[in-house]
């Protein structure tokens, strides 16, 4: 493995013990020098996820495939986007509720959920559909609160990618969302991992990069990711903003 000068860095490239991992380290060295050059101070935050409902959750981490994330409600003016639909099913649900009880997601006919959220799809299925049916599939596993959702359980992540539409990127992206460590490989994520390190990459690729520079810079994976979606976002402005997405 080529060692890179750490004069190229603010932060060390080695990687750490486990470097057995499908990134080189030049590759790393390449998105910390991005990061330090094109992002510098200037971090946006992850916002925080749905920590302890892990039926907002869910409904999140579907809906957000291939979709117009919108913003939160805040100063008088109404949530849009994935933030709306997210708001629409607590009011379905019980809007002043900890949703955090699977069972209940996946006891809703999924037609009801659909009035709710909005007609959307995924790989040609209603993402209501999808939703409800990865519920049910969660539940039979054993899952139903957000303390049992275990991302490297194959039985479900199974249950997860089982439902036509869902994939490993909103499975990972799911658990990000009730707190645990991750990245969401999504279009800007890989594109901003692709122009660091100057070549096309997968999305498998553009996660273990990430996670890897996330290790080598002792900070959260899912604090980079979202810096880095974020950055690469707004660079994409005003062209492609309109063709916004962040899923599978």
């Known amino acids: 493995m080529t060692t890179t000068p750490a004069s190229t860095s603010m932060h060390s490239c080695s990687l750490q013990a486990d470097d057995t991992a499908p990134v080189t380290e ?3 060295c390449a998105l910390l020098r991005y ?3 094109q992002i510098g101070d200037g971090w946006t935050e992850w916002p925080g996820g749905r920590p302890g409902e892990i039926e907002v959750a869910l409904v999140d981490a579907v809906l957000s495939i291939r979709a117009r994330y919108g913003r939160a409600a805040r ?3 109404r949530a849009t986007g994935v933030h709306r639909a997210v708001a629409a099913y607590r009011e379905l649900r019980a809007p002043t509720e900890v949703l ?4 209940a997601l996946a006891s809703f006919d999924w037609r009801e959920v659909e009035k709710a959220v909005g007609r959307q799809v995924t790989s040609g299925v209603p993402k ?4 409800v049916e990865a519920a049910q599939r969660l539940v039979r596993c054993g899952v139903t609160s957000s303390c049992q959702l275990n991302l490297e359980d194959d039985d479900q992540r ?4 089982g439902v036509t539409g869902l994939g490993w990127v909103t499975w990972e992206y799911f658990g990000m969302l009730l707190g645990r460590p991750g990245v969401k490989a999504d279009r800007w994520v890989i594109a901003a991992v692709a122009d660091a390190v100057a070549r096309p990459v997968s999305p498998y690729e553009a996660r273990d990069v990430v996670l890897a520079a996330a290790a080598a810079r002792g900070d959260s994976s899912t604090r980079l990711e979202h810096a880095l979606w974020a950055h690469r976002r707004r660079a994409a402005l ?11």
């Open 26 to 28: 030049a590759d790393v």
């Open 238 to 248: 005003p062209t492609t903003i309109a063709a916004e997405t962040s899923g599978d």
């Open 75 to 77: 100063d008088g003016s």
């Open 100 to 103: 955090d009880d699977l069972r």
């Open 128 to 131: 209501a559909a999808a939703i």
């Open 158 to 161: 199974r249950a997860y990618t």
């Open 35 to 37: 990061v330090d050059d």
